[in-house]
């Protein structure tokens, strides 16, 4: 079946610093590949997505590339700011299931330091 | 995108009680989902709420437990039945029009179980 694998938190950066969380995936189809975005207390945001390979995804300075031939959706980011404290799910929708749910992965914690 | 609208935020309830929690969009979407977040975890999926018909449920998660309606394409209700402390957890759902458009999620509902 389908599934994510974010690299392991909890990450901890000062602020400026250069970020990157790893996220692969397997899907039996050519999925669509999301970042979501969960601040403390609150829902899921969705930061930004990418639906089919070389797509480059991004919002608020974030980036993401879909390589299909690496099977990876890596967020990075060039200077973090405090703010962009949260914790961070790759997941992924594979267009070929019939229900079409997001399949997520654990969730990396990111505190980001003044 | 769409916006959700659910409630109740959060809620303390005791044992073998149930509680419905309501999600309204602000349009007209083709999917719905429920999803549960344990503390520090991520999501998972519980049951794609199908308008006019059974939602789909997952394995691990019965109808008898988590009833759902969604009786037309912008409202859909949870129900967590005969409450035990394990059900402690945030309670989200989500929804979608297209798989490419992403996926909204609603603020979530943070129910503690005493």
């Known amino acids: 079946g389908d599934s994510v694998t974010q690299m392991e938190g909890p990450v901890t950066l000062s602020e400026e610093a250069f970020l990157t969380i790893n996220c692969t995936y397997t899907?039996?189809?050519?999925?669509?590949l999301f970042w979501y975005v969960q601040y403390p207390g609150e829902g899921l945001q969705l930061l930004l997505k990418?639906?089919?390979?070389?797509d480059k995804g991004s919002n608020k300075g974030f980036e993401a590339t879909y390589r299909k031939e690496t099977t990876s959706f890596h967020l990075e980011k060039g200077s973090v700011q405090v703010s962009d404290s949260a914790v961070y799910f790759c997941?992924?929708?594979?267009?070929?299931?019939?229900?079409?749910?997001?399949?997520f992965g654990s969730g990396t914690q990111l505190t980001v330091l003044p | 995108s769409a916006v959700i609208s659910q409630k109740p935020s959060r809620d303390i309830c005791q044992r073998g009680t149930s509680l419905t929690i309501q999600c309204q969009v602000d349009?007209?979407?083709?999917?719905m989902f429920w999803y549960r977040q344990q503390p520090g975890q991520s999501l998972t999926l519980i049951a794609t709420?199908?308008?006019?018909?059974?939602?789909?449920?997952e394995s691990g998660f019965v109808i008898d437990k988590f009833p759902i309606s969604r009786p037309n394409l912008t409202f859909s209700t949870l129900t967590v039945s005969n409450m035990s402390p394990e059900d402690s957890s945030i309670y989200l759902c989500?929804?979608?029009?297209?798989?490419?458009?992403?996926?909204?999620f609603g603020s979530g509902t943070r129910l503690t179980v005493v």
């Open positions: 997941a992924l929708s594979d267009q070929n299931g019939s229900a079409r749910q997001l399949t």
């Open positions: 989500s929804a979608s029009r297209q798989t490419n458009y992403g996926y909204t």
């Open positions: 709420a199908n308008q006019g018909s059974e939602a789909t449920y």
């Open positions: 990418a639906t089919k390979a070389d």
């Open positions: 899907a039996t189809g050519y999925p669509s």
């Open positions: 349009s007209q979407v083709t999917m």
